[in-house]
Antibody, heavy 122, light 110 residues
Framework: QVQLVESGGGVVQPGRSLRLSCAAS????????LHWVRQAPGKGLEWVAV????????YYADSVKGRFTISRDNAQNTLFLQMNSLRAEDTAVYYC???????????????WGQGTLVTVSS | QSVLTQPPSASGAPGQRVTISCSGS????????VYWYQQLPGTAPKLLIY???QRPSGVPDRFSGSKSGTSASLAISGLRSEDESDYSC???????????FGEGTKLTVL
């Protein structure tokens, strides 16, 4: 069965960096786009970034562009999110989700991980 | 303010039918498929409807999606207590070159 397990969350000071990971299993990892989606406490879902199946195409939300970098290692079946210059408003549960097998340009998140909490606070 | 507009709340009695709307524009819903997600309290979201009107395996046929122009709707018939949840719509947006979500609708089963 499809499994996505996020890790790397925690408490970090404003301006510092954090790297999230998402270990995948149960499907052909290299065949699918992958998303990061976050949810601030008590708020709705906010899309963060998507990467194509081969890592050549990446798209970001304006709120994280220039600060966050999405990447993947298809040999290790792992998705990453490098988060730099963190701000208080980045505090959220971060989910990884399996995207579409055809294109990264779709809001298709077929499977989700359980999420990892990132808290940005001094 | 989300790009996709949903009502913040909806409600219905058990057995009734409720509809949740999602309004967008030509750059998102008007040009791309709509996806609906269900999020039970304290859990990760779950895909409910894909490609505007398709149900993944395991999703009851009480749930249905539709799209017309720049708007979409999620309908839930035969309402049950376990349907009490948050529902969010999403679509790709060409102007933003990214995915946009609605702010979510909290469904209460009376």
């Amino acid at each position: 069965q499809v499994q996505l397990v996020e890790s790397g969350g925690g408490v970090v000071q404003p301006g510092r960096s954090l790297r999230l990971s998402c270990a995948a299993s149960g499907f052909t990892f290299s065949g699918y786009a992958l998303h990061w989606v976050r949810q601030a406490p008590g708020k709705g879902l906010e899309w963060v970034a998507v990467i194509s199946y081969d890592g050549t195409k990446k798209y970001y939300a304006d709120s994280v562009k220039g600060r966050f970098t999405i990447s993947r290692d298809n040999a290790q079946n792992t998705l990453f999110l490098q988060m730099n210059s963190l701000r208080a408003e980045d505090t959220a549960v971060y989910y990884c989700a399996r995207g579409d097998f055809n294109t990264p340009m779709a809001a298709h998140c077929g499977y989700w991980g359980q999420g990892t909490l990132v808290t940005v606070s001094s | 303010q989300s790009v996709l507009t949903q009502p913040p709340s909806a409600s219905g009695a058990p057995g009734q039918r409720v509809t949740i709307s999602c309004s967008g524009s030509s750059s998102n819903i008007g040009s791309h498929y709509v996806y609906w997600y269900q999020q039970l309290p304290g859990t990760a979201p779950k895909l409910l409807i894909y490609k505007s009107d398709q149900r993944p395996s395991g999703v009851p046929d009480r749930f249905s999606g539709s799209k017309s122009g720049t708007s979409a709707s999620l309908a839930i018939s035969g309402l049950r207590s376990e349907d009490e949840s948050d529902y969010s719509c999403a679509a790709w947006d060409d102007s933003l070159s990214g995915v946009v979500f609605g702010e979510g609708t909290k469904l209460t089963v009376l």
